[in-house]
């Protein structure tokens, strides 16, 4: 169990352009979400963390109008990339979090997408 | 702030030749340390997650291990299909996670 799916896998766009990005959890509901992206060679790096119903909260450095995140349901967020550049060309990686017991611990295991890579022509 | 230090950077394999990762932190509180394996292209893959010093969790040649200061990925016995990225993450509080910058595995046949 603890599958995320993206959509789409890849994607090219011209300059100027909005771009929409899906990231379900397939099998489990995930009470947080959370958006990634990654340069090559590099780690990934968080730039929101999203709770269903509420708003996004977005990392330092991230503009929150420029990627806009909608967690509508426990199982479905959202990331739109709103008037794209080629900086913005990048692997972006969504994550669901379900809460558990391990032992007397509550644990917040993450399971990650496949991931998304955009390319901004 | 969380740090989380990951070493080597790279590191290359003979097949069957068995050797251990590092993960460094420096978290108050911790509430888990992760070990995901990334393969390029892809999305991280859940491995294991420890919470308390001295626990140990085993799946196939992989082995985790975690102290009050680092945790080691032991690979016995690697095969080529273990190479892959493997990263490191902490969580304090919440559901965030910090991340480390990864140890590149590659084991040549």
């Known amino acids: 169990g603890a599958v995320v799916s993206q959509h789409p896998s890849w994607v090219i766009c011209k300059s100027g352009t909005s771009v929409k990005i899906e990231c379900r959890s397939l099998d489990f509901q995930a009470t947080t979400m959370f958006w990634y992206r990654q340069f090559p060679k590099q780690s990934l790096m968080l730039m929101a963390t999203s709770n269903e119903g509420s708003k996004a909260t977005y990392e330092q450095g991230v503009e929150k109008d420029k990627f806009l995140i909608n967690h509508a349901s426990l199982t479905l967020s959202t990331l739109t990339v709103t008037s794209a550049h080629p900086e913005d060309s990048s692997f972006y990686i969504c994550?669901?979090?379900?809460?558990?017991?391990?032992?007397?611990?509550?644990?917040?295991?993450?399971?990650f997408g496949p991931g998304t890579r955009l390319t901004v022509t | 702030e969380d740090q989380v230090t990951q070493s080597p950077e790279a590191l290359r394999l003979q097949e069957g030749e068995s050797s251990s990762l590092n993960c460094s932190y420096t978290?108050?509180?911790?509430?888990?340390l992760f070990w995901y394996r990334q393969d390029p292209g892809k999305g991280p893959e859940f491995l294991f997650t420890l919470y308390s010093a001295g626990e140990e969790k085993e799946k196939e040649r992989l082995k985790a291990t975690l102290t009050k200061k680092e945790s080691f990925l032991h690979i016995t016995a690697p095969k080529p299909e273990d190479s892959a990225t493997y990263l490191c993450a902490v969580r304090r509080n919440g559901s965030r996670l910090t991340f480390g910058e990864g140890t590149q595995l590659t084991v040549n046949p």
């Open positions: 994550s669901g979090s379900k809460p558990g017991l391990a032992g007397t611990v509550i644990s917040y295991e993450q399971y």
């Open positions: 978290v108050s509180g911790l509430r888990g």
